[in-house]
Nanobody, 126 residues
Framework: QVQLVESGGGLVQAGGSLRLSCATS????????MGWFRQAPGKEREFVAC????????LYADSVKGRFTISRDNAKNTVYLQMNSLKFEDTAVYFC???????????????????WGQGTQVTVSS
């Protein structure tokens, strides 16, 4: 079993920055593809960014490309999402997701991930 715990959310003004962290824990070495998703009130959960198991392949939603950066530290079993130039429309609950798949690329679909965190709220004031 794998547990994911997100942190780093909060309230920030438009144009500001936040850094989200997602720590994984469990009985086995947690190295696999990881992703960040978000869900705003009344909307479906949407893809934000992902990294394959070794960080060689990164993928971003068009809406965050150039503003957000995903990275990972496998020694710490942690993935990060650096969010810069935040906009009001970035307001959402942000979830990290994990799968033990070792692939050369990562995937946008929620169904590709087996484990999910509880989410952390990001609120951007205009």
């Amino acid at each position: 079993q794998v547990q994911l715990v997100e942190s780093g959310g909060g309230l920030v003004q438009a144009g500001g920055s936040l850094r989200l962290s997602c720590a994984t824990s469990g009985r086995t070495l947690n190295i696999g593809n990881m992703g960040w998703f978000r869900q705003a009130p009344g909307k479906e959960r949407e893809f934000v960014a992902c990294t394959n198991w070794n960080g060689a392949s990164l993928l971003y939603a068009d809406s965050v490309k150039g503003r957000f950066t995903i990275s990972r530290d496998n020694a710490k079993n942690t993935v990060y999402l650096q969010m810069n130039s935040l906009k009001f429309e970035d307001t959402a609950v942000y979830f990290c997701a994990f799968t033990r798949l070792y692939t050369d690329v990562c995937y946008r679909a929620t169904g590709e991930y087996d484990y999910w965190g509880q989410g952390t709220q990001v609120t951007v004031s205009s």
